[in-house]
């Protein structure tokens, strides 16, 4: 069991930048897969990026080269560095975590997590 929480969000104006952060406990957290989600109002959630154990990345295709997911498995913490952000960055975004997936789970899926923070909102106004 991981216990996961956001920090880091607030309003930016439209090309700014954001970093998240997630601070996680409980259980031993290296071997956790751990992605941030987003979801803005009226719309399903959706994966944003992931990074494995061994520090293997993967983004949506909504963010790439504007959003770096990063983790220090020694003070189990993620981040999400968000930068050049537009109005359709707005959601509220979660961290989440995953353990003993297979080399072909879809780490951008939110059915693919078992444990979640509480979110951290993101606007961005233009």
């Known amino acids: 069991q991981v216990q996961l929480v956001e920090s880091g969000g607030g309003s930016v104006q439209s090309g700014g930048s954001l970093r998240l952060s997630c601070a996680a406990s409980?259980?031993?957290?290296?071997?956790?897969?751990m992605g941030w989600f987003r979801q803005a109002p009226g719309k399903e959630r959706e994966g944003v990026a992931a990074?494995?154990?061994?520090?293997?990345?993967n983004y949506a295709d909504s963010v790439p080269g504007r959003f770096t997911i990063s983790r220090d498995n020694t003070n189990d913490t993620l981040w999400l560095q968000m930068n050049s952000l537009k109005p359709d960055d707005t959601a509220m975004y979660y961290c989440?975590?995953?353990?003993?997936?297979?080399?072909?789970?879809?780490?951008?899926?939110?059915?693919?997590?078992?444990?979640w923070g509480q979110g951290t909102q993101v606007t961005v106004s233009s």
């Open positions: 989440a975590a995953a353990t003993g997936l297979a080399w072909w789970a879809p780490v951008l899926l939110p059915a693919t997590y078992k444990y």
């Open positions: 409980g259980s031993t957290y290296s071997p956790y897969c």
């Open positions: 990074i494995s154990s061994g520090g293997r990345t």
